[in-house]
């Protein structure tokens, strides 16, 4: 288009400014990158994110009575009590032999409003009447917070190792950042209580290596320390192992690290941010590749600048470095980009036309504003509404929106600000595809571009119907999706849940875990093991709840050397246990993500009728569709919401997807009373908040557009081009054998606007072309081959940006990876042919004037 037919802009606000006082441009570019690295030192560090905890579990004991009298005296009059509270959203309970065991769940909110939440509740409780003999229930508010650091005290005899973790806990309380210390498996002095009996019977022990020697058992009482909040977490753990050192211990105590959250968070991090580099460099390369070296260098400055200024953002708003605000540093690195390279190209389209440097270098941003502006905001609002989603998941997401949301608006402030200043510089002007001629590799696709525009043009409706069509086609895919909420994590760990028959004595339940611990020993994968017996081990990783005490109860938590060994290990011990430990049911788990489920299939099993044949049919389909370790509570009086109800639950065998195996049991089950717990309903429940995300964020992407281009049906040209995208979504789950799930979800959701906000601008040019005067066909042609630079860059940045993290970010981010690379490839393509088809159609049927 020629400039002389634009009116001519005079003032650039602070772009211009930018550029014509450029000593403050420097002073502040310095002053941004010192914020950055400021703020990337004192940042807290985390593995995951935190859930918020508003689970609490109320125990009530009354020596001597049967789990019977237990419920009709106990567990329903209190469970009356707490239907009370106003965000209730859960409560299950146990009855068993001398103890009720009621697990509370609130509905996710600020801290402050759960706390009151909970005093409430005591109040509550208070009111209730208990028989004569029942000690008053004690409720826990902060049993689901995890151990920091997880000590084991190894001794000849478990006298000896009290004594030692007794003077561990005193010393460690000398530690300013230390928080809540508690010792597990150090049996009372007396036996004065039933708590003191249930205490007595709980036991450790750990199996420990010394150097490559084998595996040898001791007698241990397990430490676990919290870190207080708002410390720096590779800090506490230096001053809690100094000040381990400096104490002096016992003859013949050792004391050995048994689950180490700071060495994890250090590998988690230092693994993202090695991708994050890549990531970068990748990036880089790209501009490189689409751009002359000039510009590739302005892009790449523009990183480090934008970053800096995310990094100080997420400072300000107390948001961790953890994995999940790492990847989205990560996943906004491409789209990051999208503001300084239409900047970049916009200066050299006016320096090519003439325009001298003090000028081009803020009017060629200054003219695009308007479509930065809104490509911004489409990206935003394309991320934003995840932070909407309820309760744990949503907390669980939360950093991904703010932190993407932190690097766009960094990313529209620099490329209105820094990219001028450094375009002043460095840039010498580059005409776009429209050119003649050019030496860059890539102008031999103009030819086949064009051409395939032109076809387009002279078969508008052809050309739609066949992009709509081979959507329809893709979805013959769906079938292939595995279901899968959360991938297990990538930690060097396992658990094992043991369970005797209800009224088994605990020294049955130590006979078991002792065999277990000589299979154990035998493995040289394993480098150390906790074995509890008369309970669980202490919670040390997010989402492993802790496991109540009780005489027929264990757990063991297997270290391996390293990560990769886990695997191979489970469907080892699998076979081994199986065969070898048949008087207790034995489960080999890997450690998921997400929220907390004790096994990915739950049926629950309520409401009138016979419930024991109820039951006994849902677990005959289960074994049928090839489930693992099929069990329930029966043995348990547990009611869920105040019904009676028996939860029927399973693994898969290793390697095999839960949501196949329920796929084939669920259409044999009983109609009535049933279900679905575990995987099931948590994937349920978010495929239903996540179209109520998707709609809002369509509509925001949509109003952003009605506003940019003050019409709606040139908006419905742009959207009706974002569902060719899960073309390529679907494509790409198919192709990488990703399961569908929540992170899968998440990318679908947000694809919809890094569509739009990489098209935008080509859209935008033809809204130029056209007020200019030019006829429609020539102005779509000219449109399409100016933006393409521009348009190829954003993608291919953003679509290279994520393949470190698809190859290297783990199973939890492969999904997300999968829709993101193929949806965005497939839809540019497709769009680049359909956008101007489409709007020449409108404009043929005189929708559009």
């Given at each position: 288009?020629?400039?002389?037919l634009?009116?001519?802009i005079?003032?650039?606000?602070?772009t211009?400014?930018?550029?014509e006082?450029?000593v403050?441009?420097?002073l502040?570019m310095?002053?941004?990158?010192?914020?950055?690295?400021l703020?990337?030192?004192q940042?807290?560090?985390?593995?995951?994110?935190?859930?918020?905890?508003h689970?609490?579990?109320?125990?009530?004991?009354?020596?001597g009575?049967?789990?019977?009298?237990?419920?009709?005296?106990?567990?329903?009059?209190?469970?009356?009590?707490?239907?009370?509270?106003?965000?209730?959203?859960?409560?299950?309970?146990?009855?068993?032999?001398?103890?009720?065991?009621?697990?509370?769940?609130?509905?996710?909110?600020?801290?402050?409003?759960?706390?009151?939440?909970w005093?409430?509740a005591?109040?509550?409780i208070a009111?209730?009447k208990?028989?004569?003999?029942?000690?008053?229930?004690?409720?826990?508010?902060d049993?689901?917070?995890?151990?920091?650091?997880?000590?084991?005290?190894?001794?000849?005899?478990g006298?000896?190792?009290?004594?030692?973790?007794?003077?561990i806990?005193?010393?460690?309380?000398?530690?300013?950042?230390?928080?809540?210390?508690?010792?597990?498996?150090?049996?009372?002095?007396?036996i004065l209580?039933?708590?003191?009996m249930?205490?007595?019977?709980?036991?450790?022990?750990?199996l420990?290596?010394?150097?490559d020697?084998?595996?040898?058992?001791?007698?241990?009482?397990?430490?676990?320390?919290?870190?207080?909040?708002?410390?720096?977490?590779?800090?506490?753990?230096?001053?809690?192992?100094?000040?381990?050192?400096?104490?002096?211990?016992?003859?013949?105590?050792?004391?050995?690290?048994?689950?180490?959250?700071?060495?994890?968070?250090?590998?988690?991090?230092?693994?993202?941010?090695?991708?994050?580099?890549?990531?970068?460099?990748?990036?880089?390369?790209?501009?490189?590749?689409?751009?002359?070296?000039r510009?590739?260098?302005?892009?790449?400055v523009?990183?480090?600048?934008?970053?800096?200024?995310?990094?100080?953002?997420?400072?300000?708003l107390d948001v961790?470095?953890?994995?999940?605000?790492?990847?989205?540093?990560?996943i906004?690195?491409?789209?990051?980009?999208?503001?300084?390279?239409?900047?970049?190209?916009?200066?050299?389209?006016?320096?090519?036309?003439?325009?001298?440097?003090?000028i081009a270098?803020?009017?060629?941003?200054?003219?695009?504003?308007?479509?930065?502006?809104?490509?911004?905001v489409?990206?935003?609002?394309a991320?934003?509404?995840?932070?909407?989603?309820?309760?744990?998941?949503?907390?669980?997401?939360?950093s991904?929106?703010?932190?993407?949301?932190?690097?766009?608006?960094?990313?529209?402030?620099?490329?209105?600000?820094?990219?001028p200043?450094?375009?002043?510089?460095?840039?010498?002007?580059q005409?776009?595809?429209?050119?003649?001629?050019?030496?860059?590799?890539?102008?031999?696709?103009?030819?086949?571009?064009?051409a395939?525009?032109?076809f387009?043009?002279?078969r508008?409706?052809?050309?739609?119907?066949?992009a709509?069509?081979?959507?329809?086609?893709?979805?013959?895919?769906?079938?292939?999706?595995g279901?899968?909420?959360?991938p297990?994590?990538?930690r060097?760990?396992?658990?094992?849940?043991?369970?005797?028959p209800?009224?088994?004595?605990?020294?049955?339940?130590?006979?078991?875990?002792?065999?277990m611990g000589?299979?154990?020993?035998?493995?040289?994968?394993?480098?150390?093991?906790?074995m509890?017996?008369g309970?669980g081990?202490?919670?040390?990783?997010?989402?492993?709840?802790?496991?109540?005490?009780?005489?027929?109860?264990?757990?063991?938590?297997?270290?391996?050397?390293k990560?990769?060994?886990v695997?191979?290990?489970?469907?080892?011990?699998?076979?081994?246990?199986?065969?070898?430990?048949?008087?207790a049911?034995?489960?080999?788990?890997?450690?998921?993500?997400?929220?907390a489920?004790?096994?990915?299939?739950?049926?629950?099993?309520?409401g009138?009728?016979?419930?024991?044949?109820?039951?006994?049919?849902?677990a005959?389909?289960?074994?049928?569709?090839g489930?693992?370790?099929?069990?329930?509570?029966?043995?348990?009086?547990s009611?869920?919401?105040?019904?009676?109800?028996?939860?029927?639950k399973?693994?898969?065998?290793?390697?095999?997807l839960?949501?196949?195996?329920?796929?084939k049991?669920?259409?044999?089950?009983?109609?009535?009373?049933?279900?679905?717990?575990?995987?099931?309903?948590?994937?349920?429940n978010?495929q239903r908040?996540?179209?109520?995300v998707?709609?809002?964020s369509?509509?925001?992407?949509?109003?952003?557009?009605?506003?940019?281009?003050?019409?709606?049906?040139k908006s419905?040209?742009?959207?009706?081009?974002?569902?060719?995208?899960?073309?390529?979504?679907f494509?790409?789950?198919?192709?990488?054998?990703?399961?569908?799930?929540?992170?899968a979800?998440?990318g679908i959701?947000?694809l919809?606007?890094?569509?739009?906000s990489?098209?935008?601008?080509?859209s935008d040019?033809?809204?130029?072309?056209?007020?200019?005067?030019?006829?429609?066909?020539?102005?779509?042609?000219?449109?399409?081959?100016?933006?393409?630079r521009?348009?190829?860059?954003?993608?291919?940045?953003?679509?290279?940006?994520?393949?470190?993290?698809?190859?290297?970010?783990?199973?939890?981010?492969?999904p997300?990876?999968?829709?993101?690379?193929?949806?965005?490839?497939?839809?540019?393509?497709?769009?680049?042919?359909?956008?101007p088809?489409?709007?020449?159609?409108?404009?043929?049927?005189?929708?559009?004037?």
């Open positions: 288009m020629d400039s002389s634009t009116p001519a005079t003032r650039g606000g602070i211009q400014f930018f550029v006082h450029r403050l441009g420097w502040a310095i002053a941004v990158l010192a914020w950055g690295c703020s990337f030192t940042l807290p560090q985390q593995e995951d994110p935190t859930f918020p905890t689970d609490a579990v109320l125990i009530t004991v009354m020596p009575a049967p789990a019977e009298v237990m419920k009709k005296e106990i567990t329903i009059k209190l469970e009356a009590a707490l239907v009370k509270l106003p965000t209730l959203e859960k409560l299950q309970s146990q009855s068993k032999d001398n103890v009720s065991i009621i697990v509370v769940t609130l509905k996710t909110d600020r801290k402050e409003v759960i706390e009151a939440h005093k409430q005591k109040e509550l009111e209730v208990l028989p004569e003999g029942c000690n008053e229930p004690r409720l826990e508010t049993f689901q917070l995890p151990a920091t650091l997880l000590f084991s005290v190894l001794a000849d005899d006298t000896k190792a009290g004594e030692a973790a007794d003077i806990e005193q010393e460690l309380k000398k530690v300013p950042s230390t928080g809540r210390i508690r010792q597990f498996g150090h049996p009372p002095a007396e209580s039933f708590e003191d249930v205490a007595a019977s709980y036991s450790t022990r750990t420990h290596r010394e150097g020697g084998p595996l040898k058992p001791s007698a241990s009482v397990l430490v676990a320390v919290e870190m207080k909040a708002g410390n720096i977490i590779r800090d506490f753990k230096t001053d809690v192992l100094a000040q381990i050192e400096k104490t002096k211990m016992p003859e013949g105590v050792r004391v050995i690290t048994v689950s180490d959250q700071p060495a994890a968070t250090a590998h988690r991090i230092e693994e993202f941010l090695r991708c994050f580099i890549e990531a970068v460099i990748v990036v880089v390369l790209v501009a490189l590749l689409l751009m002359d070296w510009t590739a260098l302005v892009v790449a523009a990183i480090p600048l934008t970053i800096a200024m995310t990094l100080g953002g997420m400072a300000a961790p470095l953890q994995q999940i605000s790492i990847a989205a540093l990560i906004s690195l491409g789209m990051l980009v999208d503001d300084p390279v239409v900047a970049s190209d916009g200066i050299n389209r006016e320096l090519a036309e003439g325009q001298p440097r003090g270098a803020w009017l060629g941003p200054f003219k695009l504003r308007r479509a930065i502006f809104f490509g911004t489409i990206n935003i609002v991320f934003l509404p995840l932070a909407l989603l309820p309760g744990d998941m949503g907390a669980f997401i939360i991904l929106p703010i932190v993407i949301t932190l690097a766009l608006v960094s990313s529209r402030i620099v490329s209105m600000t820094f990219i200043l450094l375009g002043y510089y460095l840039l010498k002007g005409k776009g595809f429209d050119a003649v001629s050019g030496s860059h590799p890539l102008y031999r696709l103009v030819p086949v571009y064009r395939a525009l032109q387009g043009l002279r508008p409706l052809a050309t739609v119907l066949g709509f069509a081979l959507l329809a086609a893709s979805t013959a895919l769906i079938p292939l999706f279901k899968q909420f959360f297990a994590a990538e060097n760990q396992l658990l094992v849940d043991i369970q005797l209800e009224g088994s004595p605990i020294e049955q339940t130590m006979a078991v875990t002792a065999r000589d299979f154990l020993q035998k493995d040289d994968a394993i480098q150390s093991a906790v509890v017996s309970g081990t202490p919670m040390f990783y997010y989402n492993v709840l802790p496991r109540q005490s009780a005489a027929n109860v264990a757990q063991v938590l297997v270290n391996t050397r990560a990769e060994d695997p191979a290990l489970i469907v080892h011990l699998r076979e081994v246990f199986d065969r070898e430990i048949t008087d049911l034995c489960l080999v788990k890997q450690i998921e993500q997400g929220p489920l004790e096994t990915p299939i739950q049926i629950e099993v309520s009138p009728g016979y419930l024991e044949a109820k039951v006994a049919k849902v005959e389909e289960l074994r049928k569709a489930a693992y370790k099929v069990h329930d509570d029966s043995a348990i009086l009611r869920l919401n105040q019904r009676r109800t028996i939860t029927v399973a693994l898969a065998p290793f390697g095999e839960a949501s196949r195996i329920l796929a049991a669920r259409e044999h089950f009983p109609k009535e009373g049933i279900a679905f717990g575990g995987e099931e309903r948590e994937l349920t978010s908040e996540m179209e109520r998707l709609k809002i369509l509509a925001l992407i949509a109003l952003a557009m009605v506003i940019q281009f003050r019409s709606i049906m419905l040209v742009v959207m009706l081009t974002v569902p060719l995208g899960l073309i390529g979504a494509t790409g789950l198919a192709t990488t054998h990703a399961s569908f799930g929540f992170m979800l998440i959701v947000s919809a606007g890094v569509i739009v990489h098209i935008i601008v080509l040019f033809i809204e130029e072309e056209r007020a200019a005067g030019v006829e429609l066909e020539k102005a779509l042609m000219h449109a399409a081959l100016v933006r393409l521009a348009v190829l860059a954003t993608v291919f940045a953003t679509v290279c940006g994520l393949i470190p993290l698809a190859l290297t970010g783990g199973e939890l981010w492969r997300l990876t999968a829709v993101h690379i193929f949806g965005l490839l497939f839809a540019t393509v497709l769009t680049l042919l359909v956008l088809v489409l709007y020449f159609l409108f404009a043929r049927w005189k929708w559009i004037k």
